[in-house]
T-cell receptor, first 114, second 113 residues
Framework: DAGVIQSPRHEVTEMGQEVTLRCKPI?????LFWYRQTMMRGLELLIY????????DSGMPEDRFSAKMPNASFSTLKIQPSEPRDSAVYFC????????????FGSGTRLTVV | GESVGLHLPTLSVQEGDNSIINCAYS??????FIWYKQESGKGPQFIID?????DKRQGQRVTVLLNKTVKHLSLQIAATQPGDSAVYFC????????????FGAGTRLAVHP
């Protein structure tokens, strides 16, 4: 199993540009989570899906952030327009929906907005 | 992906010593807890978990203790090795399903030879 796959690994973009981060969860996992990690705020849950349906997006910081999960094997996190304060490492994680399973995290995308 | 150089509390230990990393969790209704390890350049990795109906669980070289009275969780690492150097996070699952995990701030463990 290749694990949770995120792309790109690194993204540098100019303020105002649209950024799209991608995630492929582990096959068979039907819960998917997007986290953001920053120096100031640590690991923050942005949004999570169960069976491709967004369950809780209360962690999404602003309307500039949006996430989709069109099918069980793919999710995107989009920032439009991007701002320097969005610079962070963004992690995707997946798991089974029942309790007693920890998440499997991807390697993350380091986003730098200049 | 990388850990982001968080300004975290740091625990420094000598190789071969035992390490104890502590965590205070926030929600008395949380029913499941996990410890994660994050090495530089990687995402968090599952180490060990414990359910709220237990107060101790052991793995290979690691033990998690749960004190629900004071909402405290600890991770004990026996015979700490240089490869244990990382940032360690505790996470709690809020009761109610969907495995929503809330992470603590993390502790950096530095193992010295």
């Amino acid at each position: 199993d290749a694990g949770v796959i995120q792309s790109p690994r690194h993204e540098v973009t100019e303020m105002g540009q649209e950024v799209t981060l991608r995630c492929k969860p582990i096959s068979g996992h039907n819960s998917l989570f997007w986290y953001r990690q920053t120096m100031m705020r640590g690991l923050e849950l942005l949004i999570y899906f169960n069976n491709n349906v967004p369950i809780d997006d209360s962690g999404m910081p602003e309307d500039r952030f949006s996430a989709k999960m069109p099918n069980a094997s793919f999710s995107t996190l989009k920032i439009q327009p991007s701002e320097p304060r969005d610079s962070a490492v963004y992690f995707c994680a997946s798991t089974f929906p029942k309790a007693s399973y920890g998440y499997t995290f991807g390697s993350g995308t380091r986003l730098t907005v200049v | 992906g990388e850990s982001v150089g968080l300004h975290l509390p740091t625990l420094s230990v000598q190789e071969g010593d035992n390490s104890i990393i502590n965590c205070a969790y926030s929600n008395s209704a949380s029913d499941y807890f996990i410890w994660y390890k994050q090495e530089s350049g990687k995402g968090p990795q599952f180490i060990i978990d414990i359910r709220s109906n237990m107060d101790k669980r052991q793995g290979q070289r690691v033990t998690v203790l749960l004190n629900k009275t004071v909402k405290h969780l600890s991770l004990q690492i026996a015979a700490t090795q240089p490869g244990d150097s990382a940032v360690y996070f505790c996470a709690e699952k809020t009761a109610g399903g969907y495995n929503k995990l809330i992470f603590g701030a993390g502790t950096r463990l530095a193992v010295h030879p």
